[in-house]
């Protein structure tokens, strides 16, 4: 489904992505890992067309993303969960699933009901504040957000930062449900352990801006966990 092909990226006179090749297929959880300071942030920001690239391409079924703006990706089937939720503190729950509305098709300006059966808590909360929920209700809220655009794609970065055990709990299996059962293709960024393996069908591991391992969950070893994961 998504094709990082030879991505090259830098800031500034500092090169943080070499060379990077990712296949994400479709239908599969992919979990993107590797220490802080490796670049799997700046490749996210790649495919969003948050950051450009110097070389190479990024293609979403084919087609080039780089063609394309940041404002159009999520048009093309892509919804994204930034570091740290980004909501909009003054904007209410109701206001903040909104934004993503004008992005569905013409004539659909309702927020969907499956996000509501996914998040009750939601629902309870339409009038308050962004700013005033807790960590695990933002990340919610993020992940919904991302999901009015109707994405055929979910990338998800750190989704599990700073949430409480039962709510980090709740968004796993979310996701598993959202890629099993709905079949939506997620790449998600993630640095427990315990929540990538629970969650991810593969995982690819990157160290000073390349791919240096990457396979199957289970193929996941020891070796690779000491040489490119602990801290």
Known sequence: MLEVQA??????????????????????????????GVGKTTILNCIMGLVKVASGDIKLN???LLKHDAEQRPRMGIGYVPQGRQIFPMLTVQENLEVGLPIREKGDRTIPDFIFDLFPVLKE?????????????QQQLAIGRALVVNPKLLILDEPTEGI????????????????????????????????????????CILDRGRRVAEGEMDDLDERLIKEYLTV
Not at 125 to 133: A, N, P, T, W
Request: glycine share 12%; proline share 3%.
């Open 125 to 137: 909360m339409l009038h308050r504040r962004g700013g005033d929920l807790s960590g695990g209700q």
């Open 164 to 203: 409480q055990p039962n709510i980090v709990q709740e968004i796993g299996d979310i996701i598993r449900m959202l890629n099993k059962e709905m079949g939506l293709t997620v790449l998600l960024v993630e640095q427990k352990l315990p929540f990538a393996r629970k969650v991810g069908d593969q995982f």
């Open 7 to 36: 991505i090259n990226q830098s800031y500034d006179e500092s090169q943080t992505l070499w060379d990077l090749d990712i296949s994400i297929p479709e239908g599969k959880c992919t979990v993107l890992m590797g220490r802080n």
């Open 62 to 64: 084919g087609e080039s």
